[in-house]
């Protein structure tokens, strides 16, 4: 007699042979499974092996078993193009992986777009697989599998009935940014609407807990870049190892961008070894006339700038960053921001608190040349385990918005340079007007990538006005011949000093990006 057809079945890759498992229910996000075979029962792959030859054998398996028939259609099963996705009831989609720890009979599974992790219950762990490539070498070659707190793991490709299709969640990698990649994610990438950026330092002085952390986030973003817990949100008695409030968001353009202050190679002792690969055009950043700078909300050893276009995301993913960062490293401040300054083509201008355009004249992503120039770190001036990345300078810059509201438009005007209603350049423009101070023609030709956000800091009691500002961030090749003398400049001259403050300071040096299965600053750290 025929058994009844599950929703799903579920298929995972221990050391010898397959595992074969019935979903037994599902909630959004996760469901359970019950083991049906001791492996090894299905033939090992051959490098000639797809993703559909695999979903196929399970599904003759699972009929001979279960008297399933057709009736069962993989979902996301097989790579797309490949040949082999015409046989039978395989759908040519992205590939869905599976890590699994296999030590009783129920599991818990995480679905996302790229990979599923499982991690079984009774206090076991979470186990993680990094994304694979869409090729049959890609699933075969995906080892390196990686767990925060895992133990055995294992590949696989998850199979879904037509009516699990039905209830199951949009991928939550839409709109994703890919972690890895020559250079960091969220430099180059068109500005998202929200910040939260995070200063950290190091309590350990081991060199290794430096490099552990490094790796530790590593692998924790590149799963939160495509819209993925971290590891398991039921554990019971204990602590969630993802605090779930992500759960059910999409990936929301999601990046995650990690540098190096000077406090790490030195400045105070040489805790780390690293004194002597010190990047040259990491400076500490001089005094500035009218300075008001807090020591609370300046500088760090590690810097972390996180930006989506959910508030919620980046929330959540500052808050994992923080958390897997304890007892290593403690946080040194915290900003959240809203309101992106202009750096894409792909976007409309947006506008700043004070009412003006933001981004008008700002370098724009698309530009390569321009960002290989003025962006991008090189030889000579930076040494070769920062080729590729970038220098930020991040100034909390604070508005008096009550002074500022009630300045007469024109006024407004001629201190910026631009009309406010249009952005147009003002036909005589001041002098000490900001756009002119500010512009590559008054600079020696200096450019900067800004990437700031707004940000609100509840209520400026002597003006009756909301406590805000500008969180000002720019990336560059080398701030010593681009920020600092743009920031002389108009320190000691712009028309929009008698408004604003500079109250919080720091710079970092943010490596080139990491590879698949490496970590951000792998090539200073090792």
């Known amino acids: 007699m025929a058994t009844t057809p599950p929703s799903a079945l579920v298929v995972w890759k221990p050391p ?34 797809s993703l559909a030859e695999v979903a196929a054998t399970a599904l003759r398996v699972a009929d001979a078993r279960l008297g399933l028939a057709t009736t069962v259609h993989p979902l996301q099963a097989a790579a797309a193009g490949d040949a082999a996705a015409s046989a039978g009831p395989i759908s040519a989609a992205e590939p869905m992986m599976l890590a699994a720890t296999v030590r009783t009979d129920v599991g818990v599974i995480w679905a996302s777009p790229s990979y599923v992790r499982a991690a079984i219950t009774g206090n076991v762990g979470s186990a993680i697989l990094p994304g694979v490539e869409s090729t049959r070498r890609g699933f075969l070659s995906s080892a390196g599998l990686t767990g925060l707190g895992a133990t055995t793991a294992a590949a696989g490709v998850l199979l879904t009935g037509a009516d699990q299709a039905q209830a199951a ?48 986030w590593s692998r924790a973003a590149a799963l939160m870049a495509i819209g993925s817990v971290i590891g398991p949100v039921e554990t019971g008695s204990k602590p969630a190892v993802d605090t779930g409030e992500a759960l059910g968001l999409r990936a929301a353009s999601l990046t995650m961008t990690f540098g190096f202050g000077p406090s790490l190679f030195g400045s105070g002792g040489n805790r780390f070894g690293l004194a002597g690969q010190r990047p040259a055009p990491l400076v500490d950043l001089p005094a500035f006339r009218n300075d008001a700078l807090k020591a609370s909300i300046s500088g760090g050893d590690l810097g972390v700038q996180v930006c989506a276009s959910d508030p919620q995301v980046a929330f959540h993913a500052v808050h994992e960053l923080i958390r897997l960062a304890s007892p290593v490293a403690r946080p040194r401040w915290l900003l959240a921001g809203f309101g ?48 590729g990345g970038s220098y930020l300078v991040a100034r909390r810059i604070e508005i008096e918005l009550g002074k500022w509201d009630r300045t007469g438009v024109s006024d407004q005007e001629t201190t910026i340079g631009r009309r406010k209603s249009t952005g147009n350049v003002l036909g005589s423009i001041p002098l000490h007007a900001h756009i002119l101070l500010a512009s590559p023609g008054a600079n020696n030709g200096a450019k900067i990538l800004r990437r700031g956000y707004s ?39 712009d028309s929009l000093n008698k408004f604003i403050r500079h109250i919080g300071s720091a710079v970092f040096a943010c490596p080139p990006g990491a590879s698949a299965g490496g970590y951000v600053g792998e090539a200073l750290l090792g």
């Open 340 to 387: 992106r300054t202009g750096n894409s083509r792909t976007q409309s201008m947006p506008r700043n608190l004070m009412g003006f355009f933001d981004g008008t004249e700002n370098i724009m992503v698309e530009d390569a040349a321009v960002m290989k120039k003025s962006v991008w770190a090189a030889g000579p001036a930076s040494p070769a385990w920062m080729h």
């Open 169 to 216: 969640p949009a991928a939550r990698a839409g709109n994703s940014v890919a972690f890895h990649g020559a250079h960091q994610a969220g430099i180059a990438t068109p500005a998202q609407e929200h910040l939260q950026f995070a200063a950290l330092d190091m309590v350990s002085e081991s060199r290794a807990d430096l490099r552990d952390l490094l790796r530790t």
């Open 455 to 493: 940000y609100l800091d509840g209520i400026d009691q002597a003006l009756g006005a909301p406590a805000a500002g500008l969180m000002f961030l720019c990336y560059q090749r080398d701030p010593r011949s681009q920020f600092i003398p743009i920031q002389r400049q108009l320190a000691a001259r």
């Open 16 to 49: 010898a042979g397959f595992g074969l498992g019935v979903m037994l229910h599902r909630e959004p996000f996760q469901c359970s499974i019950s083991v049906l075979n001791d492996p090894p029962e299905l033939d090992e792959p051959t490098a000639q092996t």
